[in-house]
């Protein structure tokens, strides 16, 4: 099951459920690298799409790499370096629900399927939209896995 997480992990950096984050200011807030401030009121909009392809927190960024989330990697990142589900006091709270619900749900599927596509990842043509997703949809085949003897 921790394989599996670090899977789910590394497949909402590569594809975060929202590509784009707007928040609207309540008050002016000083940058801290530069002498930059932001003025009450700006609506500033922060991409995770972008955000979980910087090079200085993810070597090979395109790449798809589980081991991105094993706890050693994970500490020596900046905690806003992986934004799936927005991060701070409006982060998600069904965050910790969503993941045992997929985990769940994945093993289920794996264990009974093998699930198998004809596009490559890095053939999807993405569409942001309120949440990401492939402009022509999730086209798989899921074929029966032998089932496996206990004896």
Do not use: W
Not at 13 to 39: H, M, S
Not at 73 to 79: G, L, P, T, V
Not at 97 to 123: E, G, Q
């Amino acid at each position: 099951m921790k394989y599996l997480e670090r899977v789910i992990l590394e497949s909402l950096r590569l594809f975060p459920p929202v590509p784009l984050i707007a928040r609207k200011l309540n008050e002016d807030v000083q940058i801290i690298t530069g002498n930059y401030i932001l003025p009450k009121s700006a609506t500033i909009l922060i991409p995770p799409f972008a955000v979980h392809r910087l090079e200085e927190y993810y070597p090979n960024p395109t790449v798809f790499n589980p081991d991105n989330f094993l706890p050693e990697k994970m500490q020596q990142r900046h905690y806003y370096a992986f934004i799936p589900f927005s991060a701070g006091p409006r982060s998600c709270v069904g965050r910790k629900f969503a993941m045992l619900k997929l985990k769940v749900l994945l093993s289920t599927i794996l264990r009974n399927y093998r699930v198998i596509s004809d596009v490559a990842d890095n053939d999807f043509v993405l569409q942001g939209d309120i949440i990401l997703k492939r402009h022509d949809g999730f086209k798989i085949k899921l074929e029966p896995r032998e089932p496996i003897s206990r004896t």
